[in-house]
Protein backbone atom coordinates (compact mmCIF):
# COMPACT_ATOMS: atom_id res chain seq x y z
CA UNK A 1 0.00 0.00 0.00
CA UNK A 2 1.30 3.55 -0.76
CA UNK A 3 2.48 5.37 1.85
CA UNK A 4 0.88 9.40 2.41
CA UNK A 5 4.33 10.47 1.00
CA UNK A 6 4.35 8.67 -1.86
CA UNK A 7 0.67 9.52 -2.58
CA UNK A 8 1.89 13.01 -2.38
CA UNK A 9 4.78 12.41 -4.95
CA UNK A 10 2.33 10.64 -7.10
CA UNK A 11 0.08 13.33 -7.04
CA UNK A 12 2.24 16.29 -7.68
CA UNK A 13 4.12 14.26 -10.32
CA UNK A 14 0.33 13.85 -11.74
CA UNK A 15 -0.42 18.07 -11.41
CA UNK A 16 2.95 18.70 -13.04
CA UNK A 17 2.00 16.17 -16.46
CA UNK A 18 -1.95 17.55 -16.59
CA UNK A 19 -0.25 20.68 -16.18
CA UNK A 20 2.08 20.54 -19.31
CA UNK A 21 -0.38 18.68 -21.54
CA UNK A 22 -2.60 21.13 -21.20
CA UNK A 23 -0.82 24.21 -22.15
CA UNK A 24 0.71 21.74 -24.71
CA UNK A 25 -2.58 21.24 -26.03
CA UNK A 26 -4.19 24.43 -25.77
CA UNK A 27 -1.62 26.31 -27.39
CA UNK A 28 -1.69 24.11 -30.44
CA UNK A 29 -5.54 24.52 -30.75
CA UNK A 30 -5.29 27.66 -30.34
CA UNK A 31 -2.91 28.46 -33.24
CA UNK A 32 -4.37 25.99 -35.36
CA UNK A 33 -7.73 27.63 -34.78
CA UNK A 34 -6.07 30.69 -36.05
CA UNK A 35 -4.85 28.80 -38.86
CA UNK A 36 -8.29 27.33 -40.10
CA UNK A 37 -10.73 30.11 -39.07
CA UNK A 38 -11.80 31.20 -42.33
CA UNK A 39 -10.88 35.49 -42.57
CA UNK A 40 -14.51 36.93 -43.52
CA UNK A 41 -14.40 40.37 -41.70
CA UNK A 42 -11.26 42.81 -40.84
CA UNK A 43 -10.97 43.22 -37.36
CA UNK A 44 -8.96 44.92 -34.55
CA UNK A 45 -8.33 43.13 -31.49
CA UNK A 46 -6.40 44.54 -28.33
CA UNK A 47 -5.22 43.28 -24.90
CA UNK A 48 -4.35 46.62 -22.94
CA UNK A 49 -2.20 46.43 -20.05
CA UNK A 50 -3.24 46.21 -16.52
CA UNK A 51 -1.83 45.67 -12.84
CA UNK A 52 -2.17 41.86 -11.99
CA UNK A 53 -4.04 40.90 -8.51
CA UNK A 54 -2.33 37.90 -8.41
CA UNK A 55 0.01 37.22 -5.60
CA UNK A 56 2.88 35.51 -7.71
CA UNK A 57 2.93 37.67 -10.85
CA UNK A 58 3.68 41.23 -10.84
CA UNK A 59 1.78 44.17 -13.71
CA UNK A 60 1.19 43.78 -16.88
CA UNK A 61 3.33 46.12 -19.16
CA UNK A 62 2.13 45.06 -22.48
CA UNK A 63 -0.95 45.83 -24.77
CA UNK A 64 -1.35 44.39 -28.36
CA UNK A 65 -3.79 45.01 -31.04
CA UNK A 66 -3.74 43.54 -34.19
CA UNK A 67 -5.72 44.39 -37.53
CA UNK A 68 -6.15 44.20 -41.44
CA UNK A 69 -5.81 40.92 -41.05
CA UNK A 70 -2.87 40.74 -39.90
CA UNK A 71 -1.14 42.70 -41.73
CA UNK A 72 -0.90 45.58 -38.85
CA UNK A 73 0.32 44.84 -35.40
CA UNK A 74 0.41 47.37 -32.79
CA UNK A 75 2.07 46.17 -29.06
CA UNK A 76 3.16 48.96 -26.99
CA UNK A 77 5.16 48.61 -23.54
CA UNK A 78 4.41 50.84 -20.98
CA UNK A 79 6.76 51.38 -18.01
CA UNK A 80 5.69 53.77 -16.49
CA UNK A 81 4.21 51.89 -13.70
CA UNK A 82 8.02 51.59 -12.10
CA UNK A 83 10.77 53.84 -11.49
CA UNK A 84 13.31 52.00 -12.58
CA UNK A 85 15.59 53.74 -14.56
CA UNK A 86 17.64 52.50 -17.36
CA UNK A 87 21.18 52.13 -15.74
CA UNK A 88 23.16 49.77 -14.85
CA UNK A 89 23.19 50.72 -11.24
CA UNK A 90 19.31 49.15 -10.88
CA UNK A 91 20.33 45.96 -12.16
CA UNK A 92 19.47 43.15 -9.70
CA UNK A 93 22.53 42.68 -7.69
CA UNK A 94 23.19 39.04 -8.05
CA UNK A 95 23.35 38.88 -11.99
CA UNK A 96 25.66 42.00 -12.37
CA UNK A 97 28.60 41.39 -14.49
CA UNK A 98 27.10 37.87 -15.93
CA UNK A 99 26.57 36.88 -19.35
CA UNK A 100 23.10 36.36 -20.46
CA UNK A 101 22.43 33.43 -23.25
CA UNK A 102 19.33 33.35 -24.78
CA UNK A 103 17.98 29.88 -26.44
CA UNK A 104 15.71 30.91 -29.39
CA UNK A 105 13.75 28.43 -31.83
CA UNK A 106 10.40 27.54 -33.00
CA UNK A 107 8.34 25.06 -30.95
CA UNK A 108 9.64 20.97 -31.14
CA UNK A 109 12.66 22.16 -32.81
CA UNK A 110 15.01 21.40 -29.64
CA UNK A 111 15.50 24.42 -28.15
CA UNK A 112 14.95 22.54 -24.72
CA UNK A 113 17.50 19.76 -25.41
CA UNK A 114 19.98 22.60 -26.37
CA UNK A 115 19.33 24.36 -23.13
CA UNK A 116 20.41 21.10 -21.81
CA UNK A 117 23.47 20.46 -23.76
CA UNK A 118 24.83 24.47 -23.11
CA UNK A 119 24.14 23.93 -19.58
CA UNK A 120 26.50 20.94 -18.94
CA UNK A 121 28.90 22.20 -21.87
CA UNK A 122 29.51 25.57 -20.08
CA UNK A 123 29.80 24.33 -16.54
CA UNK A 124 32.26 21.78 -18.03
CA UNK A 125 34.05 24.28 -19.29
CA UNK A 126 33.98 27.37 -16.86
CA UNK A 127 33.18 25.44 -13.44
CA UNK A 128 35.70 25.88 -10.96
CA UNK A 129 34.36 22.87 -9.31
CA UNK A 130 30.99 19.99 -9.67
CA UNK A 131 29.70 21.92 -6.99
CA UNK A 132 30.60 25.57 -8.16
CA UNK A 133 28.01 25.40 -11.41
CA UNK A 134 29.25 28.23 -13.88
CA UNK A 135 25.87 28.66 -15.82
CA UNK A 136 22.56 28.08 -14.43
CA UNK A 137 19.11 27.99 -15.71
CA UNK A 138 15.53 29.59 -14.56
CA UNK A 139 13.75 27.70 -11.71
CA UNK A 140 9.87 28.70 -11.42
CA UNK A 141 9.45 27.64 -7.95
CA UNK A 142 12.89 28.78 -6.66
CA UNK A 143 11.16 32.11 -5.59
CA UNK A 144 8.26 30.10 -3.25
CA UNK A 145 9.89 26.88 -2.04
CA UNK A 146 10.24 28.80 1.24
CA UNK A 147 6.87 29.34 1.44
CA UNK A 148 5.57 25.64 1.02
CA UNK A 149 5.80 22.84 2.87
CA UNK A 150 3.68 20.79 0.68
CA UNK A 151 4.88 20.10 -2.87
CA UNK A 152 1.75 19.27 -4.19
CA UNK A 153 0.64 22.92 -3.82
CA UNK A 154 3.84 24.61 -4.74
CA UNK A 155 3.64 22.95 -8.19
CA UNK A 156 -0.08 23.70 -8.50
CA UNK A 157 0.50 27.16 -7.53
CA UNK A 158 4.29 28.18 -8.87
CA UNK A 159 4.81 25.62 -11.80
CA UNK A 160 5.31 26.97 -15.38
CA UNK A 161 5.65 24.55 -18.49
CA UNK A 162 9.33 23.96 -18.95
CA UNK A 163 10.99 26.56 -17.09
CA UNK A 164 10.31 28.89 -20.32
CA UNK A 165 11.73 32.45 -19.59
CA UNK A 166 8.29 33.80 -21.15
CA UNK A 167 6.17 32.82 -18.50
CA UNK A 168 8.33 34.18 -15.93
CA UNK A 169 7.51 37.87 -17.14
CA UNK A 170 4.72 40.19 -17.73
CA UNK A 171 6.95 42.35 -20.25
CA UNK A 172 5.78 41.19 -23.60
CA UNK A 173 3.21 38.63 -24.66
CA UNK A 174 3.59 34.92 -24.52
CA UNK A 175 2.79 32.53 -27.34
CA UNK A 176 -0.03 31.46 -26.05
CA UNK A 177 -1.24 34.86 -25.78
CA UNK A 178 -0.44 35.87 -29.13
CA UNK A 179 -2.16 32.88 -30.62
CA UNK A 180 -5.42 34.02 -28.98
CA UNK A 181 -5.12 37.50 -30.07
CA UNK A 182 -3.91 36.53 -34.16
CA UNK A 183 -6.77 33.90 -34.07
CA UNK A 184 -9.53 36.93 -32.74
CA UNK A 185 -8.31 39.13 -35.44
CA UNK A 186 -9.15 36.85 -38.13
CA UNK A 187 -5.65 36.82 -39.34
CA UNK A 188 -4.62 35.65 -42.78
CA UNK A 189 -2.18 32.47 -43.30
CA UNK A 190 0.29 34.65 -44.56
CA UNK A 191 0.82 36.99 -41.36
CA UNK A 192 0.01 33.95 -38.87
CA UNK A 193 4.43 33.27 -38.97
CA UNK A 194 4.50 37.22 -37.31
CA UNK A 195 3.86 35.32 -33.79
CA UNK A 196 6.72 33.37 -33.87
CA UNK A 197 8.47 36.84 -33.13
CA UNK A 198 6.02 39.68 -32.22
CA UNK A 199 8.03 40.74 -29.80
CA UNK A 200 10.37 42.27 -31.90
CA UNK A 201 6.95 44.58 -32.74
CA UNK A 202 7.13 45.65 -29.14
CA UNK A 203 10.36 47.73 -29.22
CA UNK A 204 10.29 51.35 -28.57
CA UNK A 205 12.12 54.29 -30.61
CA UNK A 206 13.23 55.47 -28.10
CA UNK A 207 16.98 53.49 -27.22
CA UNK A 208 16.36 55.31 -23.13
CA UNK A 209 12.66 53.64 -23.04
CA UNK A 210 14.25 50.31 -24.61
CA UNK A 211 17.10 49.92 -21.82
CA UNK A 212 14.50 51.13 -19.08
CA UNK A 213 12.32 47.60 -20.38
CA UNK A 214 15.26 45.35 -20.17
CA UNK A 215 15.78 46.79 -16.47
CA UNK A 216 12.22 45.65 -15.71
CA UNK A 217 12.28 42.03 -17.43
CA UNK A 218 15.85 41.44 -16.24
CA UNK A 219 14.57 42.29 -13.03
CA UNK A 220 11.31 39.76 -13.16
CA UNK A 221 13.52 37.15 -14.60
CA UNK A 222 16.63 37.17 -12.09
CA UNK A 223 14.34 35.98 -9.53
CA UNK A 224 14.61 32.35 -10.78
CA UNK A 225 17.86 31.71 -11.53
CA UNK A 226 19.84 30.13 -8.27
CA UNK A 227 22.83 32.33 -8.88
CA UNK A 228 26.13 31.86 -6.66
CA UNK A 229 29.59 33.26 -6.55
CA UNK A 230 30.67 31.37 -9.01
CA UNK A 231 27.80 31.75 -11.75
CA UNK A 232 29.02 33.32 -14.76
CA UNK A 233 25.85 32.57 -17.19
CA UNK A 234 22.39 32.53 -17.05
CA UNK A 235 20.42 30.90 -19.53
CA UNK A 236 16.80 31.71 -20.89
CA UNK A 237 15.22 29.11 -23.11
CA UNK A 238 11.26 30.21 -24.70
CA UNK A 239 10.67 28.66 -28.62
CA UNK A 240 10.42 31.86 -30.13
CA UNK A 241 12.24 34.24 -32.50
CA UNK A 242 12.46 37.15 -30.20
CA UNK A 243 16.38 38.10 -31.27
CA UNK A 244 15.76 41.69 -32.05
CA UNK A 245 13.62 42.26 -28.79
CA UNK A 246 15.92 40.87 -26.03
CA UNK A 247 19.08 42.21 -28.64
CA UNK A 248 18.02 46.04 -28.07
CA UNK A 249 16.49 45.36 -24.70
CA UNK A 250 19.58 43.76 -23.06
CA UNK A 251 20.86 45.01 -20.22
CA UNK A 252 23.91 42.40 -20.21
CA UNK A 253 26.22 40.73 -22.08
CA UNK A 254 24.16 38.48 -24.13
CA UNK A 255 24.79 35.69 -26.42
CA UNK A 256 21.88 34.48 -29.20
CA UNK A 257 21.79 30.82 -29.88
CA UNK A 258 19.04 30.14 -32.49
CA UNK A 259 18.59 26.49 -33.28
CA UNK A 260 16.71 25.35 -36.62
CA UNK A 261 14.91 22.38 -37.72
CA UNK A 262 13.48 21.14 -40.95
CA UNK A 263 10.24 22.16 -40.89
CA UNK A 264 7.94 19.37 -42.11
CA UNK A 265 9.59 16.78 -39.61
CA UNK A 266 9.04 18.81 -36.77
CA UNK A 267 6.28 21.17 -37.86
CA UNK A 268 5.47 23.23 -35.00
CA UNK A 269 2.18 24.91 -35.42
CA UNK A 270 0.69 21.16 -36.49
CA UNK A 271 -0.60 22.82 -40.79
CA UNK A 272 0.44 21.83 -43.58
CA UNK A 273 1.53 24.86 -44.87
CA UNK A 274 4.30 25.16 -41.77
CA UNK A 275 7.36 25.58 -44.93
CA UNK A 276 5.94 28.50 -45.28
CA UNK A 277 5.41 29.81 -41.70
CA UNK A 278 9.03 28.42 -41.26
CA UNK A 279 10.14 30.40 -44.22
CA UNK A 280 9.11 33.78 -42.89
CA UNK A 281 10.04 33.01 -39.23
CA UNK A 282 13.64 33.06 -39.87
CA UNK A 283 13.60 34.61 -42.79
CA UNK A 284 13.01 37.71 -39.79
CA UNK A 285 16.05 36.43 -37.53
CA UNK A 286 18.54 35.60 -41.18
CA UNK A 287 18.00 39.14 -42.19
CA UNK A 288 18.93 40.35 -38.91
CA UNK A 289 22.12 38.29 -38.62
CA UNK A 290 22.91 39.46 -42.12
CA UNK A 291 22.62 43.25 -41.50
CA UNK A 292 24.78 42.94 -38.32
CA UNK A 293 22.06 43.92 -36.16
CA UNK A 294 22.73 41.29 -33.76
CA UNK A 295 26.49 41.53 -32.13
CA UNK A 296 26.70 37.76 -30.75
CA UNK A 297 25.26 34.82 -32.03
CA UNK A 298 25.30 31.69 -33.92
CA UNK A 299 23.10 29.34 -34.92
CA UNK A 300 23.12 25.27 -35.09
CA UNK A 301 20.65 22.95 -36.94
CA UNK A 302 18.85 20.57 -34.55
CA UNK A 303 19.87 17.59 -36.92
CA UNK A 304 23.49 18.67 -36.85
CA UNK A 305 23.56 18.73 -32.90
CA UNK A 306 21.90 15.13 -32.87
CA UNK A 307 24.85 13.54 -34.98
CA UNK A 308 27.85 15.31 -34.72
CA UNK A 309 27.59 16.46 -31.26
CA UNK A 310 31.10 16.86 -30.14
CA UNK A 311 31.60 18.73 -33.09
CA UNK A 312 28.98 21.32 -32.57
CA UNK A 313 29.75 21.42 -28.92
CA UNK A 314 33.42 22.42 -29.02
CA UNK A 315 32.37 24.77 -31.85
CA UNK A 316 29.52 26.66 -29.14
CA UNK A 317 31.97 26.86 -26.92
CA UNK A 318 34.08 28.57 -28.86
CA UNK A 319 31.64 31.17 -29.94
CA UNK A 320 31.64 31.41 -25.94
CA UNK A 321 35.17 31.89 -25.77
CA UNK A 322 35.57 34.37 -28.38
CA UNK A 323 32.68 36.37 -27.63
CA UNK A 324 33.87 36.48 -24.00
CA UNK A 325 37.43 37.72 -25.33
CA UNK A 326 35.87 40.03 -27.92
CA UNK A 327 34.03 41.84 -25.45
CA UNK A 328 36.77 41.95 -22.60
CA UNK A 329 34.80 39.52 -20.45
CA UNK A 330 36.12 37.14 -18.09
CA UNK A 331 35.37 33.68 -15.66
CA UNK A 332 35.16 33.19 -12.42
CA UNK A 333 37.16 30.45 -12.98
CA UNK A 334 40.89 29.98 -12.98
CA UNK A 335 42.34 28.89 -16.27
CA UNK A 336 44.15 25.27 -14.30
CA UNK A 337 40.00 25.14 -13.15
CA UNK A 338 38.81 24.78 -16.24
CA UNK A 339 41.12 22.65 -17.29
CA UNK A 340 40.61 20.39 -14.10
CA UNK A 341 36.59 20.54 -15.18
CA UNK A 342 36.93 19.96 -18.53
CA UNK A 343 38.51 16.44 -17.18
CA UNK A 344 36.28 15.24 -14.53
CA UNK A 345 33.00 16.75 -14.97
CA UNK A 346 30.08 14.07 -16.47
CA UNK A 347 28.67 15.70 -19.64
CA UNK A 348 25.04 14.18 -19.93
CA UNK A 349 23.90 16.98 -22.22
CA UNK A 350 24.84 13.47 -24.93
CA UNK A 351 21.55 11.93 -23.09
CA UNK A 352 19.37 12.16 -26.31
CA UNK A 353 21.72 11.42 -28.90
CA UNK A 354 23.15 8.28 -27.26
CA UNK A 355 19.98 6.72 -26.13
CA UNK A 356 17.28 7.96 -28.80
CA UNK A 357 19.24 7.79 -31.98
CA UNK A 358 20.23 3.89 -30.08
CA UNK A 359 16.84 3.02 -29.81
CA UNK A 360 16.37 2.89 -26.38
CA UNK A 361 13.32 1.98 -25.05
CA UNK A 362 11.68 3.99 -22.73
CA UNK A 363 12.96 7.60 -24.03
CA UNK A 364 10.22 8.32 -26.87
CA UNK A 365 6.42 6.87 -27.42
CA UNK A 366 7.65 5.02 -30.63
CA UNK A 367 4.03 5.41 -31.77
CA UNK A 368 3.83 8.63 -31.90
CA UNK A 369 6.66 8.50 -34.38
CA UNK A 370 6.22 7.40 -38.40
CA UNK A 371 7.59 3.84 -39.24
CA UNK A 372 8.81 5.71 -42.32
CA UNK A 373 12.12 3.55 -42.98
CA UNK A 374 12.96 -0.02 -41.46
CA UNK A 375 16.16 -0.03 -39.63
CA UNK A 376 16.00 3.44 -38.38
CA UNK A 377 14.62 2.77 -34.89
CA UNK A 378 10.62 4.38 -34.64
CA UNK A 379 11.93 6.40 -31.04
CA UNK A 380 14.73 8.22 -33.15
CA UNK A 381 14.22 11.56 -32.68
CA UNK A 382 15.38 12.38 -36.68
CA UNK A 383 11.79 9.98 -37.66
CA UNK A 384 9.45 12.79 -37.64
CA UNK A 385 5.89 11.99 -35.62
CA UNK A 386 2.96 10.89 -36.81
CA UNK A 387 1.15 13.53 -37.01
CA UNK A 388 4.28 15.69 -38.82
CA UNK A 389 3.72 13.39 -41.07
CA UNK A 390 0.21 13.47 -41.88
CA UNK A 391 0.36 17.67 -42.15
CA UNK A 392 3.04 16.78 -44.64
CA UNK A 393 1.03 14.62 -46.89
CA UNK A 394 -1.62 17.09 -46.77
CA UNK A 395 0.74 19.62 -47.79
CA UNK A 396 1.65 17.32 -50.86
CA UNK A 397 -2.03 16.78 -51.51
CA UNK A 398 -2.89 20.79 -52.13
CA UNK A 399 -1.29 22.32 -55.23
CA UNK A 400 -0.30 25.28 -53.61
CA UNK A 401 1.28 24.37 -50.96
CA UNK A 402 2.90 21.68 -52.74
CA UNK A 403 4.07 24.29 -55.15
CA UNK A 404 5.97 26.37 -51.94
CA UNK A 405 7.44 23.21 -50.18
CA UNK A 406 9.17 21.83 -53.61
CA UNK A 407 10.30 25.68 -53.53
CA UNK A 408 11.95 25.39 -50.31
CA UNK A 409 13.52 22.07 -50.74
CA UNK A 410 15.08 22.88 -53.94
CA UNK A 411 16.23 26.00 -53.43
CA UNK A 412 16.18 26.81 -49.71
CA UNK A 413 16.68 24.22 -47.17
CA UNK A 414 19.93 21.99 -49.13
CA UNK A 415 21.21 25.49 -47.94
CA UNK A 416 21.31 24.39 -44.33
CA UNK A 417 22.57 20.93 -45.28
CA UNK A 418 19.66 18.99 -45.35
CA UNK A 419 19.54 15.47 -47.16
CA UNK A 420 17.10 12.75 -46.90
CA UNK A 421 17.65 9.73 -45.30
CA UNK A 422 16.74 6.96 -47.97
CA UNK A 423 16.12 3.65 -47.56
CA UNK A 424 19.33 2.55 -48.62
CA UNK A 425 20.77 4.49 -45.44
CA UNK A 426 18.60 2.98 -43.10
CA UNK A 427 21.74 1.88 -41.19
CA UNK A 428 21.93 5.15 -40.33
CA UNK A 429 22.04 4.90 -36.34
CA UNK A 430 24.25 2.20 -36.81
CA UNK A 431 26.67 4.06 -38.39
CA UNK A 432 26.41 6.73 -35.64
CA UNK A 433 27.28 4.00 -32.98
CA UNK A 434 30.22 3.06 -34.66
CA UNK A 435 31.98 6.73 -35.66
CA UNK A 436 31.01 6.88 -39.18
CA UNK A 437 28.18 8.80 -39.60
CA UNK A 438 29.32 10.41 -42.65
CA UNK A 439 26.43 11.35 -45.34
CA UNK A 440 27.29 11.51 -48.59
CA UNK A 441 26.30 15.50 -49.87
CA UNK A 442 24.87 13.50 -53.10
CA UNK A 443 21.62 12.47 -51.50
CA UNK A 444 19.07 14.54 -52.62
CA UNK A 445 16.88 16.05 -50.32
CA UNK A 446 12.84 15.12 -51.00
CA UNK A 447 9.84 17.11 -50.52
CA UNK A 448 8.36 13.64 -49.73
CA UNK A 449 7.72 12.53 -46.10
CA UNK A 450 10.96 11.10 -44.83
CA UNK A 451 13.53 10.92 -41.93
CA UNK A 452 15.85 14.29 -42.48
CA UNK A 453 19.34 14.84 -41.31
CA UNK A 454 22.29 17.18 -42.72
CA UNK A 455 25.06 15.96 -44.02
CA UNK A 456 29.00 16.10 -42.36
CA UNK A 457 30.32 19.45 -44.03
CA UNK A 458 27.37 20.82 -42.13
CA UNK A 459 27.56 18.98 -38.68
CA UNK A 460 28.74 21.95 -36.98
CA UNK A 461 27.99 25.73 -35.92
CA UNK A 462 26.19 26.72 -39.63
CA UNK A 463 26.12 30.91 -38.72
CA UNK A 464 27.58 32.58 -36.21
CA UNK A 465 28.86 36.27 -35.29
CA UNK A 466 32.38 34.33 -34.42
CA UNK A 467 33.35 33.37 -37.90
CA UNK A 468 37.05 34.24 -37.65
CA UNK A 469 37.39 32.52 -34.36
CA UNK A 470 35.74 29.21 -35.73
CA UNK A 471 37.88 29.09 -38.94
CA UNK A 472 41.33 29.01 -36.55
CA UNK A 473 39.36 26.37 -34.46
CA UNK A 474 39.20 24.19 -37.45
CA UNK A 475 42.56 25.00 -38.95
CA UNK A 476 43.59 24.02 -35.28
CA UNK A 477 41.86 20.75 -35.38
CA UNK A 478 43.37 19.75 -38.92
CA UNK A 479 39.65 20.72 -41.15
CA UNK A 480 40.55 23.02 -43.88
CA UNK A 481 36.39 22.75 -44.24
CA UNK A 482 35.93 26.42 -43.25
CA UNK A 483 39.02 27.59 -45.09
CA UNK A 484 37.08 28.55 -48.23
CA UNK A 485 36.08 24.99 -49.50
CA UNK A 486 34.31 25.62 -52.76
CA UNK A 487 30.42 26.31 -51.82
CA UNK A 488 30.55 26.01 -47.79
CA UNK A 489 32.88 29.46 -46.81
CA UNK A 490 29.28 30.76 -45.57
CA UNK A 491 29.49 27.93 -43.00
CA UNK A 492 30.69 29.55 -39.38
CA UNK A 493 30.06 33.06 -40.90
CA UNK A 494 27.19 35.50 -40.74
CA UNK A 495 24.30 34.19 -42.73
CA UNK A 496 25.09 35.34 -46.74
CA UNK A 497 23.30 37.60 -48.47
CA UNK A 498 22.30 34.95 -51.19
CA UNK A 499 20.65 32.83 -48.80
CA UNK A 500 18.60 35.43 -47.10
CA UNK A 501 17.31 37.03 -51.02
CA UNK A 502 16.55 33.09 -51.57
CA UNK A 503 13.55 33.31 -49.04
CA UNK A 504 12.80 36.35 -49.85
CA UNK A 505 11.99 35.62 -53.10
CA UNK A 506 10.42 32.36 -51.97
CA UNK A 507 8.19 34.01 -50.18
CA UNK A 508 7.40 36.57 -52.65
CA UNK A 509 6.44 33.83 -54.79
CA UNK A 510 4.63 31.69 -52.46
CA UNK A 511 2.26 34.50 -51.37
CA UNK A 512 0.45 34.31 -55.24
CA UNK A 513 0.60 30.85 -55.87
CA UNK A 514 -3.03 29.92 -55.96
CA UNK A 515 -3.87 27.29 -53.55
Known sequence: MATPRRKKMLLALFLVVLN?????????????????????????????????????????????????????????????????????????????????????????????????????????????SPSEPAACIQDSLLPYRHLYNNKTELYKDHHKMEEEGQHLQTMYPSFHTRAQVFKEAKTAQFELPKIAYLADYCLSNDDTENKRIGNILLEQWSRYWNVTSSTNFLLQKTPSLDVQFLESTKRLPTLHVIVVRHPMTSNSWGVPYMGYGWAMAYHHVLKLLNEGKVEW???????????????????????????????GLTSTATQQ???????????????????????????????????????????????????SVEQWRKCL??????????????????????????????????????????????????ADPSPVTVSKDYGRVLFSSEGEALKLLSQRNGNSGRDGA??????????????????????????????
Not at 309 to 322: A, G, H, R
Not at 488 to 512: F, H, M, N, S, W
Open 20 to 128: MTFCIITTILQFQKAVLTPVDRVEAVSFHAQPSTTNNTVSQYWSLAVSDRGETVDCRIATQQTTTTPTNENLARDVENKIMIHIHGMHHSGTGYLRKTLLNALNREFSP
Open 297 to 327: YAVVTYEALLEYYDVVVEELMEVVKSGMKRF
Open 337 to 387: EQLNMSSNYSDDGRFRRQLHLRGASGISNPKKRANLWLGVPSNSYLIPKKK
Open 397 to 446: AQSGCRQGLDLLTTDVLPLFGYVSIQKSHASLVKRINDGNATLSRNVPLT
Open 486 to 515: EGLEYIGQPPPTDLVAKITELLRRLRYIPK
